[in-house]
């Protein structure tokens, strides 16, 4: 979407900090610039394979910054707070339980994971742009919790698979391996991965919502793309 070679976007103000932020998080950095700064606009989406390499990575960010993306007429960002919940469980369980003596088995921990991004789905589908301004009478309901459950099935699995591929990124992988395996930080830095690539998810997801079916979003139902990516998901998650 867009043309590559035009500059007729709209000029966005990033600060040094922001830049640091977006910079330093491969990947999810742009994406959340998009979400910040341009209504969660995909405009030459293709720019966002530069995102995951690292250094190159800022050449996108400096464009922005001279309008080289097209913002989204959309007042509501995207990634909204309720996005934000399944990250402080996620903590939650990895942390606050086990220093009250409360451990959960995988199954356990996975299960209340699942029904947290379901329920964070179906609150983000119902009270958020993506249904409020449908009559009653047009939406499919039935069709919305299948969306739901195969939104919830692609953000839980697919931070397994991301995390499993950021381990081959030149430099970036070597380093991230090392940190995981110090005792201290090492299940730290595995919870910010699995958020961080969380949140990438929810916010990819709901991006292509408002750029590629913001008429259909409450009407039709999931296609076999998005279903054959949530098994594939899941069975990541899985095996990995």
């Known amino acids: 979407m867009g043309n590559y070679f035009s500059f007729n976007g709209t000029k966005v ?12 998080t491969l990947g999810f ?40 993306f097209k913002k989204t007429d959309f007042t509501e960002a995207p990634l909204d707070f309720l996005g934000y919940i399944p990250v402080i469980f996620k903590f939650f369980f990895a942390f606050v339980l086990s220093m009250m003596g409360v451990e959960l088995s995988s199954f356990m921990d996975a299960l209340f994971m699942f029904g947290i991004i379901v329920i964070v789905n179906g609150l983000h589908f119902f009270n958020s742009y993506k249904c ?3 009559p009653k009478e047009e ?47 090492g299940p730290f ?18 991006m292509l919502d408002i750029n590629y079916g913001k008429t259909t979003i409450c009407t039709s139902s999931p296609s076999i793309l998005l279903y054959i990516v949530a098994i594939i998901s899941l069975l990541g998650n899985y095996m990995l």
């Open 132 to 134: 409020q301004d449908k």
């Open 13 to 24: 103000d990033i600060s040094t900090p922001e830049m640091v932020l977006y910079g330093c």
């Open 139 to 185: 939406i499919d309901y039935f069709n919305i919790i299948k969306k739901i459950f195969t939104y919830s099935a692609i953000e839980f699995g697919m931070p397994a698979i991301i995390n499993f591929i950021i381990g081959f990124i030149p430099v970036v992988g070597t380093i991230i391996s090392v940190m995981q395996m110090i005792p201290v930080i």
């Open 29 to 68: 950095g742009q994406l959340l610039m998009r979400n910040d700064k341009l209504g969660g606009s995909l405009d030459k989406e293709g720019m966002l394979v530069v995102g995951f390499l690292p250094f190159l990575n800022l050449i996108p960010l400096f464009m922005a910054k001279n309008g080289y």
């Open 189 to 206: 830095i595995s919870n910010i991965l699995w958020s961080l690539s969380f949140l990438f998810i929810y916010l990819l997801l709901n």
